[in-house]
C-alpha cells in the first residue's frame, strides 16, 4: 500500500484588543493546530483540500478571532487557533480569557483585575495560552500557546515585557526546515506581530488601544514516492530525495495519479 507524508496545519489566531485608558493589554493569538502524519496511506484518486484562513485581531477590548480549520478530505483534521483575549476596558471593564482551538490565545491583562486564564489547546494539536496580567500598573497580555510549548504567563502586570507565545514545530517536508504554529505574543511590547502567511502562527496581542494582529493562514503539504504516482493541483511543487512534494496555501483538489498508467498512457499517445 502507498503512503504519503502529509503536514496539515490551520489558520492562527489574531491577537486581543488593548486598552488606553487602563493600560491594559491584549494577549496573543493562539496558533493553529499542527498534524503531521509521516505515513497516510492515500491511493490514486482526488483529495480535497482545505486551508484555514488566519483570524483577524480584536478590536479595542474584544478577544482576538479565531483561525480557520485545514484538512485533507476528513483524513486529517487540524483545528484553527483560539483567539486571545481582549484587554480590560475602562475602570468598570474586565479582560477576556484566551480562546480555546488548536493552540488555546493568551489572557487579556487588566487593571487591578484577577489575571484572566489563557485558552485551552487541542491535545495533540497544540498547548495552552498563557494567563493575563492583573496587576495595577500597565498590565500585559499574555503569550498564545504553540504547537511545542505553552504560551508564557504575565504574572505579576508590573513588567513591560508581555509574555512570549509558545514556540512553534520545525519541518522539512519540503526540504527546507520552516517552523510553524508559533503562538502570537501578548501585547506591551510595541510593534507589529501579524502571524506570517502559510505558518498557522498567531497574532499579536495589541500594546495599547486599538485591536490586535491577526494571525498567519494554514497550510497543507502532501509528499508522496515520486516512482508511484504523478499529480495534479497545489500552489507549489518539488522534489526531495525520492519524493515530491505539493503545497496547498489555498483550497484546492489533490489528484493523485497511477505513475505506470500514466506512463502507459504517455507512450500510446507518442506511438
Known amino acids: 500500500m502507498a503512503t504519503a507524508k502529509v503536514l496539515v496545519v490551520a489558520g492562527g489566531a489574531g491577537g486581543g484588543g ?3 485608558s487602563t493600560q491594559a493589554q491584549g494577549g496573543g493569538g493562539g496558533a493553529g493546530g499542527y498534524l503531521y502524519d509521516s505515513s497516510l ?15 483577524s485581531g480584536g478590536t479595542s477590548g474584544n478577544s482576538g478571532n479565531a483561525g480557520g480549520d485545514s484538512s485533507i478530505d476528513a483524513l486529517i483534521v487540524s483545528d484553527g487557533g483560539g483567539g486571545g483575549g481582549g484587554a480590560q476596558t475602562g475602570d468598570g471593564g474586565n479582560p477576556r480569557v484566551g480562546n480555546a482551538g488548536g493552540s488555546g490565545g493568551g489572557g487579556g491583562a487588566g487593571q487591578c483585575k ?3 486564564a489563557g485558552g485551552v ?10 494567563r493575563g496580567g492583573g496587576g495595577c500598573n500597565q498590565g500585559s497580555g499574555a503569550g498564545g500557546g504553540g504547537s511545542s510549548a505553552v504560551g508564557e504567563n504575565d504574572t505579576t502586570g508590573l513588567s513591560p515585557n508581555s509574555g512570549l507565545g509558545g514556540a512553534g514545530t520545525a519541518n522539512s517536508i519540503t526540504g527546507s526546515a ?11 511590547i510595541a510593534g507589529g506581530g501579524a502571524g506570517t502567511a502559510n505558518t498557522g502562527n498567531g497574532g499579536k496581542g495589541k500594546n ?6 491577526s494571525g498567519g493562514s494554514g497550510v497543507v503539504v502532501v509528499a508522496y514516492t515520486t516512482s508511484e504516482f504523478t499529480h495534479t493541483g497545489g500552489d ?3 522534489t526531495n530525495g525520492s519524493e515530491t512534494w505539493v503545497q496547498f496555501n489555498s ?18 499517445q507518442i506511438i
Open 114 to 116: 484577577s489575571q484572566r
Open 236 to 238: 507549489s511543487t518539488g
Open 18 to 20: 488593548g486598552d488606553h
Open 121 to 130: 489547546g487541542t491535545i495533540g494539536q497544540g498547548y495552552d495560552g498563557g
Open 41 to 55: 496511506s492515500i491511493s490514486a484518486q482526488s483529495y480535497a483540500i482545505t486551508v484555514g484562513a488566519g483570524g
Open 251 to 268: 483550497d484546492g483538489t489533490l489528484t493523485l495519479i497511477d505513475a505506470a498508467s500514466s506512463t502507459f498512457v504517455a507512450t500510446m
Open 208 to 213: 495599547g488601544n486599538g485591536s490586535g494582529a
Open 178 to 188: 520552516v517552523t510553524y504554529a508559533a503562538g502570537g505574543r501578548g501585547g506591551r
